[in-house]
């Protein structure tokens, strides 16, 4: 039952072989690798304005400011864009700041790098589903199920996570549609809406006050520290940036210049929508509020409420819902590298039956989730925890990329050690000045979480090391192999003495244990079968027939055919031989006869041995 | 049955069983398992790895052979389309069409703390749950004591 239910919802496991088929070309990776990166437009320009026009309270002050931070953003993502390529190329593989960290800079950075990436994803998800849900509760008619924003979320995680179980590819597919229309629909708005400021006339967002929340009643003064912690909010534009750079092997060949060519486009088509909607919405002055997104109020001043709008509202909630993705595709990704390198449970190593890391994945569901219910579904909430690891990442990746051109000196590394040294100081910068202007509002929890899952990592590795050197072998642990064995007991008929000789024979604990009947009649061949089965004998019986009635010869063929099947074993024969009371009773003779033709001729094939195991008939006592 | 000899000159009666020890580690855990197939003279010994990494499966040959554990010929299997419990079944099945009886010996790691749990994969008892409806299969789980 649950594997059928496994099956409906994941879809059926795929071969390995299947994994080359499950590279994606570069329109479908912009869509998957970049839906967080893009999406990011919805709410970045809205998060400056919630720091610089409440912390203020003045929505002017606050409006007179986007644009210039909007602009630097903008040059700060040229600048990390531009050192991820770097990245791209001198690690096909994938992995993005861990694995710089771990091969330039050692164990702990490379930590500090996996735990903020592993931090920010499930941050990724929380941030993008709750922004995704803000967007369809700001459409008027869906403004009555405002209060039910986390369920609504915890729904839509749910759909995405059954979305990418079933794999990346499906998962690309079935996201490359909205990723695009959103593209399309932003794309008109920025255009139409600069056309009618600059060429026509469009009319400003009217001012609601009762929904401007966290207006006071006294004016504030936009200080350096609030237009800092404004830029810090509009950083998170840049959050996503890396996803390309960690999934450079899920791309076609040549999967470098692939990746490379895919981390421009991104680069432009943000930088360009982001900068686009800072600049119109200074235009049109919007106002940061819970009830309806910026984005909302700019679309109803351009579109109206007509289809393009709600076109606009759908695309948004869709970008962004599936801008989860990002972090579906890359967290499994890397935690499963984390993983493989001990410091996370090998579970989390392992492909899932769709070769995506399910396990990962669900984790990752379950921690957004967990995220969405204790900050109410509130985008707003959640920014300030957002961004802390991504610049950590992103400073001690290009600090690694400055170390790797430095050690590696391979063509045009100065040109590379300039490019990520800008990279490493300005991202540096950007993570001083988010931790510094957010730590009361929020930063403070990646700041002591990210320490925790270090020291997570840490024992796990321990454990794992420990365990493995309890576990370990040297060859003087490994007790004497038994030499390469087998024995052969020689059956006549079925009597005590069989038993005897059977016993004797487990007693040297051979590789193989047969028991050899050689037949001459197929009437006494048949009573030996049915005795063998009757008494039920835990040893295979074979029968060797033999032609011409005679034994040596047909046991040495039988011994032939044995070294055939298991070469380079010793043999030992084993004959069960009669003892009676009197000596030279003629049964006596008749039996060491022919054991005795045989033994002669053993005597003389290489790694065998004759035995005899002697059955004193009148005693009726185990002999030896 | 007949046994497949060169000429057919001989057929076994009651056919041998195997002994299939399943590795997925050579450390001490495999040891058991060793040293209790090597008390089984009336089976064929194989010891069968499922590989899930090429490169990881070639260092545990390599280990395997520089241990000197070659008296049990090692096989490694690349699973197809399923699961590594349906794969284990897979392997165990096809083994069991040829013989009177597979016995399957699973070393496991004795877990005693809950934590444990969470760091390792415990597949021995599934194993055993799966293979438990297939005729003339028996499975042994080894735990061996950290």
Not at chain 2, 123 to 138: E, W
Request: contains cysteine; proline residues 5%.
């Amino acid at each position: 039952m649950l594997t059928i239910l496994k099956r409906l919802l994941v879809g059926r496991p795929l071969a390995t072989d299947e994994q080359e088929h499950q590279r994606i070309s570069k329109v479908i990776a912009l869509a998957v690798f970049s839906s967080d990166a893009i999406s990011s437009t919805a709410y970045a320009s809205e998060e400056i304005l919630f720091v610089v026009a409440l912390g203020a309270s003045s929505l002017a002050l606050g409006l007179h400011t986007l644009v210039p931070i909007a602009c630097a953003v903008a040059l700060l993502l040229a600048i990390v864009v531009t050192s991820y390529r770097q990245t791209i190329f001198a690690y096909p593989s994938g992995g993005g700041s861990y694995v710089v960290s771990r091969e330039n800079l050692g164990e702990y950075p490379s930590l500090i790098a996996g735990a903020s990436l592993l931090v920010d994803y499930v941050l990724t998800v929380a941030v993008s589903i709750s922004a995704g849900v803000a967007a369809i509760i700001s459409i008027p008619t869906f403004r009555s199920v405002a209060d039910q924003r986390v369920t609504i979320g915890l729904v839509l995680i749910a759909i995405i996570t059954v979305a990418n179980l079933r794999g990346i590819k499906e998962a690309g597919r079935l996201f490359a549609v909205p990723t695009y229309i959103y593209i399309s629909v932003l794309t008109l708005l920025v255009g139409l809406g600069l056309f009618r400021v600059f060429f026509g006339h469009i009319s400003p967002v009217p001012f609601n006050p009762k929904n401007f929340e966290g207006a006071r009643q006294f004016g504030g003064s936009l200080t350096l520290f609030l237009i800092l912690k404004g830029f810090s909010s509009g950083a998170v534009a840049l959050t996503g940036v890396e996803a390309i750079s960690n999934g450079v092997p899920a791309f076609r060949r040549p999967e470098s210049k692939n990746a490379g060519a895919t981390m421009i486009w991104m680069g432009v088509i943000l930088g360009t929508l982001f900068f686009g909607v800072s600049v119109l919405a200074s235009h049109l002055k919007p106002y940061p509020s819970h009830a309806e997104t910026v984005f909302s109020q700019l679309g109803r001043a351009v579109f109206g409420n007509g289809f393009l709008y709600v076109v606009l509202q759908f695309a948004t909630a869709a970008i962004l819902t599936l801008a989860a993705n990002t972090a579906y595709a890359d967290f499994p990704r890397l935690s499963s590298i984390i993983a493989r390198d001990g410091y996370l449970p090998r579970q989390l190593a392992n492909r899932g039956d769709r070769l995506v890391f399910s396990n990962g994945i669900i984790f990752l569901a379950v921690a957004a989730g967990g995220l969405l219910v204790a900050f109410g579904g509130l985008t707003n909430a959640l920014i300030p925890l957002y961004a802390v690891g991504v610049f950590t990442s992103f400073t001690l990746s290009q600090w690694g990329m400055v170390r790797h051109h430095r050690r590696h000196r391979g063509k045009g590394w100065q040109r590379g050690v300039a490019i990520n040294s800008v990279g490493a100081v300005a991202t540096g910068l950007v993570l001083l000045i988010v931790a510094g202007t957010k730590f009361s509002s929020g930063a403070w929890v990646p700041i002591v979480i990210v320490p925790l899952i270090i020291t997570l990592f840490v024992s796990i590795r321990h454990h794992y090391r420990r365990l493995e050197d309890s576990l370990a072998i040297e060859p003087e642990d490994v007790r004497p192999v038994p030499d390469n064995h087998t024995v052969v007991v020689l059956v006549g008929r079925v009597h005590r003495g069989v038993v005897m000789a059977l016993q004797y024979a487990r007693s040297l604990r051979p590789n193989h244990l047969v028991a050899l009947y050689v037949s001459v009649d197929e009437e006494e061949q048949a009573r030996i079968v049915e005795q063998w089965e009757r008494f039920n004998f835990d040893v295979a019986l074979e029968i060797y027939h033999s032609p011409y009635r005679e034994l040596t010869g047909s046991v040495e063929k039988y011994l032939e055919d044995l070294d055939e099947r298991w070469p380079g074993e010793t043999v030992t024969v084993v004959i069960p031989e009669f003892v009676a009371g009197r000596l030279l009773s003629p049964t006596q003779l008749l039996h060491n006869q022919s054991a005795g033709a045989l033994k002669l001729a053993l005597l003389f094939r290489t790694r065998t041995v004759v035995t005899s195991v002697p059955y004193h008939v009148e005693s009726k006592k185990p002999g030896r | 049955m007949e046994t497949q000899g060169a000429d057919q000159r001989h057929h076994a009666v009651t056919d041998r069983g195997l002994a299939l020890i399943l590795i997925s580690h050579v450390d001490r855990r495999v040891l058991p398992a060793l040293s209790l197939a090597a008390r089984l003279p009336e089976f064929d010994l194989k010891a069968v790895h499922l590989s899930f990494d090429p490169l990881e499966s070639q260092q545990l040959a390599r280990d395997w052979m520089e241990l000197g554990f070659a008296w049990i010929p090692l096989h490694i299997t690349e699973p197809g389309d399923e699961t590594f419990v349906d794969s284990v079944r897979s392997v165990v099945e096809e083994e069991s069409e040829e013989r009177s009886r597979v016995l399957v010996i699973v070393p496991e790691l004795d877990l005693d703390r809950w934590w444990q749990t969470l760091l390792h994969r415990s597949t021995g008892r599934r194993i055993a749950r799966s293979l438990q409806a297939l005729h003339r299969v028996s499975t042994i789980v080894l735990p061996y004591a950290l």
